[in-house]
Structures are given as structure tokens and as C-alpha cells.
């Protein structure tokens, strides 16, 4: 009875094993196996770049290349680069919609989410460089076979570095100091213009997410509140108490709405949240809030509010321009 027993579980035991032998000879085939015709350059055509994943020989002078998140696509279109194909944002709006419609971009291929390429287009595509922010290192070893590939940290608040970094890899580097000596020059015009004012404006900006019951302030660690900070506006002191380094944003719930009170509050709007946000509208402590009895709430695009680089920085300067100056 006992062999038999021991017998039926050495089967399963094999069985099993065998299963799991080939799911994983599946995922290896998938991931790791696959023939992409990669692009293999002479070193005479080709600099070494050191980066977060490791080290890449990159073409000098690239012809097709390709981009995987939105934040990177601002700053290399901002260098004068139309890359070929690019992924969306996961959750905001869409910049490359806002950059089409602004006339800085050719629509490029889509993608997909930057959470979920499409590496199956990528190789169609055969591009010569894929560049990116903060790649996850298993796509980073698949987009490595298919292309030389190069993934720099992304930093909310250091968003001029990355695209200096950027600026050097592509060999652009003068090109990013002007556009940054641009972007630094309206800044100091707007804060010249705000400066001039009784007192200093206190600047609230929240975030509506689709299907989410909470909404959040931007922090001064976030991407926009970098540039708030540029311009020289404040936060409501409660906001800066609550501020971590650490964290880009803070939630606030139906119930502590006052934390997003301010003399101004910018609402970005994520696709598919005017649900959210009319529950946030049609709550009694909203209708309580000073800046909402004042007619100062502006919706904005989370396009380019809520992350990105020079020119995502620039369409927010456009909105401080545009709804800042009038107000007392």
C-alpha cells in the first residue's frame, strides 16, 4: 500500500515538474530567446554610454529612433528630434496629442502603454536607437536585443538634467541649453510679473484620476510644483507641512477638502475623471472653499501638468500666464 502510494506521488511529483519545465521553456522562448534582427555597429560609428542598466555603444548620428515614455518624447522633440514611434502615458492625458496639436510633432506610431510595449512593432519598426526613462529591467533586456538601448533616471524635480543628459547622449547638448535659456527667460518674466503683486499667491494644484474615490495636491517635489517654484508662487502653508521630499503628491479625501484651498487651484483632469471630479464639485465643503467661492479653480490637461520636461514646462508656464496675472 505504501509503494503504491509513493509510486502515485513520484508521478505527480514528475508530472508537475515536467509542467513546469515547459512554462518555463515558454517564458524563456518568449523573453530571452527570440532572433531580433539587431543592428550591430562598428565601433567607428558608434559611442559608448554609460546609464542606469549598464553600458550601450550608440549610433552617432541616429536615424530611427524610438522612445518609451512620454516624459523622454517632450525632451527629445524639444531637441528638434522627431522620433519614430513612441509609447503613451499609462494614466494622464496624452502629450503626444497635446504636442501634435501644438505643431512640435509628426504623430508618431503608437506603442501602446509605456507599461505595455509592443515589442512585436518594435521590431518591424528596426530601429537604430530606443531610448527611455526609468525602463524596467525586463524590457530593457528584450528592447536590448532589438536595439541599442539606453534608460536614464527620471527625476520630477530634475527634469532640466535629464534633458542636458539627453541633450548629450543624442549630441544636442547646445540645443538643450537653449531651449532651457528660453524656457528661463519666461520665467522671469512671469515672476517679475507676479512679483509685483500685494501679496504672494498661493497655488493649489490637485489631480482627478478615472474611477478613483480620492483626488491629491502636488507637492513641491512633483514635476509641476518644480516649475511653480521656478515662477515663484507659494503653497498653502498646511500643503507644505504635509510635503514629503519623498513623495510627489499627497491624497486628499472628500472629507479634507480644505487641504486643497488656496487663492488659485489648478485641477488636472485625467482622461475619464469628470465623474470623479463632479463628486468632488457637487460636495458641500467644496462649495466651502475660499477659491472655489472666488471662481479661481482652472482645469488643465495632466498632459503635461503632472509629469514631462521643457516643453510639458512651457504649456504650464502658458496656463500661469493665462489665469496668474488678472487675479488679486
Known amino acids: ?3 503504491k502510494l ?6 505527480l511529483i514528475f508530472l508537475a515538474s515536467f509542467i513546469l519545465f515547459l512554462v518555463m521553456a515558454c517564458y524563456n522562448l518568449n523573453l530571452n530567446d527570440l532572433d531580433f534582427p539587431k543592428i550591430q555597429l562598428p565601433t567607428s560609428e558608434c559611442k559608448k554610454i554609460r546609464h542606469s542598466l549598464g553600458e550601450t555603444c550608440i549610433p552617432t548620428k541616429p536615424q530611427r529612433l524610438i522612445v518609451t515614455d512620454a516624459a523622454i518624447l517632450d525632451a527629445v522633440v524639444a531637441l528638434g528630434i522627431q522620433p519614430i514611434a513612441a509609447a503613451e502615458s499609462n494614466a494622464v492625458g496624452n502629450i ?3 504636442l501634435v496639436r501644438s505643431s512640435k510633432l509628426k504623430e508618431p506610431i503608437s506603442l501602446g502603454k509605456e507599461s505595455l510595449l ?3 512593432k518594435i521590431v518591424q519598426l528596426q530601429p537604430d536607437l530606443i531610448l527611455g526613462f526609468s525602463i524596467n529591467a525586463q524590457d530593457y533586456h528584450i528592447l536590448s536585443q532589438i536595439a541599442p538601448t539606453v534608460s536614464l533616471p527620471y527625476s520630477p524635480i530634475a ?7 539627453v541633450g548629450t547622449i543624442l549630441g544636442k547638448s547646445e540645443e538643450a541649453k537653449l531651449v532651457l535659456r528660453q524656457y528661463q527667460k519666461r520665467v522671469a518674466t512671469l515672476r517679475s510679473v507676479i512679483a509685483q503683486k500685494p501679496k504672494k499667491t498661493e497655488v493649489s494644484v ?13 507637492t513641491k517635489y512633483s514635476f509641476s510644483g518644480s516649475v511653480l517654484e521656478d515662477v515663484g508662487v507659494t503653497r498653502p502653508a498646511v500643503q507644505l507641512r504635509l510635503a514629503n521630499p519623498n513623495e510627489q503628491y499627497v491624497t486628499v479625501s472628500l472629507e ?5 484651498d488656496a487663492d488659485v487651484m489648478f485641477v488636472a483632469l ?9 463628486q468632488y464639485q457637487n460636495s458641500q465643503l467644496w462649495q466651502l472653499l475660499d477659491v472655489v467661492k472666488n471662481n479661481r479653480v482652472y482645469r488643465v490637461d495632466s498632459a503635461y501638468w503632472i509629469s514631462g520636461n521643457v516643453l510639458s514646462a512651457n504649456a504650464i508656464l502658458d496656463d500661469l500666464y493665462k489665469y496668474l496675472p488678472d487675479g488679486e
Open 1 to 3: 500500500m505504501i509503494n
Open 270 to 278: 485625467d482622461p475619464g475623471s469628470e465623474e470623479s471630479f463632479k
Open 6 to 11: 509513493l509510486h502515485r506521488l513520484f508521478k
Open 159 to 165: 527634469w532640466k538634467d535629464n534633458l542636458r543628459q
Open 256 to 260: 479634507r477638502l480644505d487641504l486643497l
Open 206 to 218: 490637485s489631480r482627478f484620476y478615472a474611477g478613483w474615490q480620492t483626488t491629491e495636491f502636488q
Open 96 to 98: 503626444q496629442s497635446y
Open 118 to 120: 509592443n515589442f512585436e
